[in-house]
């Protein structure tokens, strides 16, 4: 998933930078990268862990000189953090620093294809081969002192071969100026956005709330397909690069944007609401009803507070989530599951007790977290338990960025195997949902229809992993190896 | 403020009060210590930091054997942490742990009278002369072998000389057998729960949520002035010490205490909506109208989702708050203070512009972080706005273990700056208000009333920070003594 | 092992105790602590590691204020370190702090004993029980206000009990003053030495070398049954407290003291070049000749020089230490352990080929690391190899203090598996060292005998690693105890 | 200074270049780095700190896969280490990892040349613009499957440009197969070593003690101005690239080297042993009588030694050094800089009192600590003291690659101001020796001799930094701009 952040401004750049990449620290905690332009020099400091602990020392956010530069957040998709791996990347011909967010899914033919050019590439990071392709056809258009031209041609070239999804963000001299660029693929499904401060200053990221924490304003969405241009105090220059197809993730507004950033205009909390309203009228009409609702922390509060205020019932916060656990450090033997669960989401047994409690969740994937609150749930003495996911079920991995397991381990699949294209009929999905509310002894369990999400959103989007239409195809072999990748992953870890 | 957590079990305790303090953790982050009862030994481990982190080694908790023991979390009131302070402390002779939650207002005379026969406090915290009289009493009554007369007895003489308001655990033989103290003095003021396993074993805490995660049931709120003597397996004896004058403090139901703890058989969160619902009452009366009710999180939650409940107006998460920003190490120069603080806490324009909305907080002490909060709401196009307040103004310093500023520090003296005992009348109260609301620059600012307060509660309780009105005495000269401590404390940091 | 350090001085002694420690280090590098004594408080700071990481943050040191003060570096001997067990010690009644280097034989009994009044000891380090007597006995005979006598009858009680080999340090009120003592038994096996400023502090150290780094000069041993009682500016107080039986250890003057500290009014060194000069000729009258005499870094270096001044060959440094190494992490199967050795202890060929070597070390306890040096001199081509050492071998474990490894580890055992006290024959010890020598395939192994050590220091001294004739009694089951434990430690680390 | 080691085996490498970077951790503690080179890919790790920390992980190791690698050790030239710095340095096309030991003086031509051809230097270490010109040469010739004959053109080109004192290896594919590159700039300044293993490996270091870490045998020195191409079972191919003028830095014998590193054929210590005996006759020449010659260790143990046998005097460890002193950490007004001085280096007093003694130092460079040491020299009672220096004075930086102050922080410059090329005379070295002695309040202060030096190292040297005679012309403009550089961090720092 990851974040990524662009700034070119009239003022020394690497504190905001620093300030806009906490921001976006909910994308990726694992390592952080700043790396800036300094006339020709690239100062540039990366570490492993959370960007208050990289940046504490001021000594180091004193080296990173320059007006123009890129910062980057890393989510831990492989094993344990590796340093070589961490964003921006560069490339010393002819200067360029680059950081993405997204997934090539094409990094093994770049690789061969960039190997066959004599190009080695140092590292795992499938930003780098799109960097690498982008700086080499810029040299071999012109040895130097490139063109706006140049750079134009050289990024369409680049995304041309690059299949997959991403927003990016480079830095480098164009017509001898610091330049910052700015690109997000034709599908549009990672998402962008262009922010310019009461300066002139541009900043290009992956979600809204970094410009917010920089005091920009939001300008907009990247425009799939373009390129921009970015230099303080100058309208941004916008070159058409491919022919756009844009269909947003979805997935990016039920779950994994910060409700606080706005995308196409909206905020992403608005979209929650919707969600959470239409969700309560396809729950309605099943003929339940309730005195309490109640969302898991943190994700799915606004769906929950909709949802309450389209059911008529009060909305209550009956979870309290310990903002201090980490990971669960002592021994299996030693305290049972469900006692390490409740130091990290206690439940309150007044919200609960003798009550018809609907229970909100923002979506399911491998389905054991989930399962385990509700067996929690049912020590508290509810009259009745409804579970409501305000997203249809996760029945297709997404290779486009989020780390969603392989097809058998989406806990969907066991009670709806073999799922057509389009998503299930109404009927299938009540059946399944009827199946597996036995297995959790829940009351009731309601997904939202895909025609739900269609209705409540009325955008067009990528919805690939609840109806597998694919926007941007991915051929049978490339599933297989990043299916067997993640498993591999999976297995080693 | 801190928190404590004493077990004794059938099994290793160790594992428990390691998970059991994670709970508490919002009590205190400086440090963290464990010490257990193996026989005749105290394995123990102190750190510095979280629990987690201070406890992840899995060889420091298995050197921590035995079936009883005494776990704390410390609050860091004085500068940076020193580990010669943490709790639990122990005194060799008669081999007793003891840690606390509280404050104890006459630590220097304890200090005094304890040398004088010759016995050296070695740090600054203030349930050591606790341990040292109780210790120093049971010997003398007995050199070895003490019985449950010989324990009641010197806790009752330690009760008599120490003043303050606290909870406390100690763990020692009593008739040859492990032996887990609780006793809360008969103030009250400082929480304290009892807690049982199914299979008998005893918890005694600072509050419910440290038994919820030892999957324990609460039997009930530590009665004040009474020593409960616990062992596995056996009903509690209980030992009258003291008579008891309960007034438990108000400000742990308003502020500090986690909203899923039970205390006096009622979840602190009832509490919470109580206020955010007479505090409407009150705000309605004055004749204002709203469209949007947006707490500042977290704390104010449910006393917003009451508040609109009862004025009918949405409630909507109106901030999102930053779960990794940290302290901001950006130098001033390099960043406003109100981008600062929008890494930390990002207002959502939507639930803002053209709306008149209330903003909820949950009290006021020293000011600041709500100025720069409603500087950012009126950039954010707000129509009117009115700050409601679920407490009474901070007219009082706490001398009984909240960490509530010295008199000058509070602000709402500088509104009320001679306030009698008792409380302002709601006309003081209402013209105080709209002074300190024209300098925040909002349509209206409310405090509960202390008479809505008492009205919600319906409970006897210390509210001497809102009425002045100290259950304890403490004579002027300590109070001086606290102020000048907490100043020079202030001054040094 | 261990080394303490006292200081009472007329300005603030934490600046020294840290600067004395670092020249202790060598007999101690697991843990570090400082206790000093301001009035009644006892400031204190203990850690893990060497003495300049401890105390290198500045506001350590600043804490830790008044002109009396106690230093301890700890040997690691069990496993890894553990805070709990780090010295200086403190009794809060009567307010006393120790720290001793040395031996505890009957801790067990004393432990039973202590617990028996009801005293428990909290840490598995051998000063505490000496501490807790100590303090018991004070409190017994006045319970405050304690002078000079009943320090002394205290300790000379405390001394009667206590069984072992050890020198301690203790600073607290005497005749309301601050005082600092100073205690070696009277076996005196355990090496203490009194220094004094220009201007007439006092210091108390394990070695002389401490001394040295404070500027102060050497007085000279602390006298073995003697109480000192230290003021600056006062002469110091003596008390006879047992009778002396004076045999200080040789295995410190061997190896384990710094070649610079004094002992007996001699430099440890001077000792050393007596050695090497007697084992010269004892070698010489085996009818052996060489052109090279090499030493082992660094303890064998002063017996190499005179060994080669003796015999009238070069000495030469012909093995070079690596500064930088620690424990080799490379896994055995990557590299061999010889190429490991290497990384360690490099030979330098041209000192070794072609040539007569005499190596010389300076003892051998487990045998292992000799061996494999000598496997590595082999491959250097010399024409012969004669392998000294200026000591006899050891025989006897060692009860007093030195880590020396139980009968069954000492290499020598295999050679002459039941010595008689009083240690070999000549002829005995030559036909050990023969078939030594052919197991190590060198062309001879001369231990230095026990009358040519004798004959050496010409000093009464317990040497029971050698002869087997303990000064001190250890009774049989006791050996059996310690030696168990040394197994089991031995087997789990 | 630093180290590098490269290695081309049958086997994997990184255990091997993590054993033999330890071996060569002397010549810089600062970073460590290894880039290892399987098939296309170029796993590595750098970072901050001693070999043995920064590989400590197994896994860590384990990840730097492949049987041909690069290591470097990096000194702390400029101020506190910055990782990206660190090398090897790599470079994605063709695919090259390079690390180096020397100084390149004209750095800053090289990197404004590579920006012409928009090559952007991504740190400010000197064998970054020595790698760019290497691949850049490498690429234009062919863009992929480099020749020996590729690579043998593509150095000698970039050596053309390349100015300063040198040695490198690198490692790319040639010929479509794995190798290793060994050059050693034609000076010859920089050492430099050939090794090969028992089963045909190879490696190329900084010093031949990597070899010894590594269990390989020393072939010899790398031959100045030739390209080494290295495979492992065969012999290596040699090219010559320029020709050689060899000049090896005399300033690695005395002082940088590690005695048991063999260059030319002859070990160091060799050479330090005649350096000590030449010395000897020089001072005895001057009339002068002794009886104690007493190195400050570690360097100048072997000169003393020879020393002392020259003029029949005993050789004595006069001064032991702490192995565990770090950096002063007490501030100058608690301890006096001499007892701050005896915590690193402690005289003993037997061997200076009433004795005339010689001091045997390996070279004066700023002064300052030989001057500190003498005076705690002179409280130890001698009857007479000489200072006796093995190496000439210190007259004329370095601008090869020692860290050697500007002009004006040279001591021997106060003496000497105005020096002409070619060293003092006998007759000027002796009256600055007078004024110099009398300065440091010693008997005599006796510096070799150059023409001494010529004699008793009977080789062709660079001895710039004696005679000012330098080899490689260095214009005044660069050593100004070197000057200042210094200048600028030693003001920083």
Known sequence: MCGFLGVIASRPVAPLLCQGLQALQHRGQDSAGIVTVDGPRFPMHHGLGLVRDV???????????GSLGIGHVRYPTIGRGVLDDAQPFLDRRPGVVMAHNGNITNYDELRVELLSRSIHLLSACDVEPVLCLFADALVAARPRGHTLDDVAAALADTARRTEGAFSLVAALQVDGRPTLLAFRDPSGIRPGVLGRSAEGDWAAASESVALDA???????????????????????????????????????????????SV????????????????????????????????????TSRPAAVAFAEEVGAPYREGFI???????TFIMADQISRADAL???????????????????????????????????????????????IHAPPVLHPCYYGIDMSTEEELAARRYAPDPRPGGLTLA????????????????????????GLDAALAERRCAACFDGRYPVPVPAEKRDAIARERRGVGSGS
């Open 214 to 260: 920089l005091g920009f304003a939001t300008v907009g969405d990247l425009p799939p397909g373009e390129l921009l241009v970015l230099r303080p105090g100058e309208e941004p220059l916008r070159r058409k690069v491919t022919t756009p197809a844009a269909t947003p993730c979805v997935f990016e507004e039920i779950y994994f944007a910060r409700p606080d």
């Open 428 to 451: 299938e999905q009540r059946d399944m949902e009827g199946r597996w509310a036995a297995d959790l002894a829940v009351d009731s369990l309601t997904f939202l229809s895909v025609a």
């Open 321 to 327: 989530k310990n903002r201090y656990s980490g990971r």
């Open 342 to 388: 409740r130091v990290k989401l206690n439940p309150i047994r007044a919200e609960f007790e003798g009550h018809r409690v609907v229970v909100v969740d923002d979506s399911i994937v491998r389905g054991s977290t989930v399962q385990r609150i509700l067996a929690m749930v049912r020590t508290q003495g509810p009259r009745e338990v409804h579970l409501v």
């Open 263 to 298: 995308t196409a205009g909206r905020p992403v909390v608005d979209r929650r609401y919707a969600l959470g309203r239409r969700l309560a009228r396809e729950w309605r009409e099943r003929g339940f009803a309730c005195d309490r609702v109640i969302p898991i922390p943190d």
């Open 55 to 65: 940046y504490r020392e001021p000594e180091v956010l004193a080296r990173l000189t």
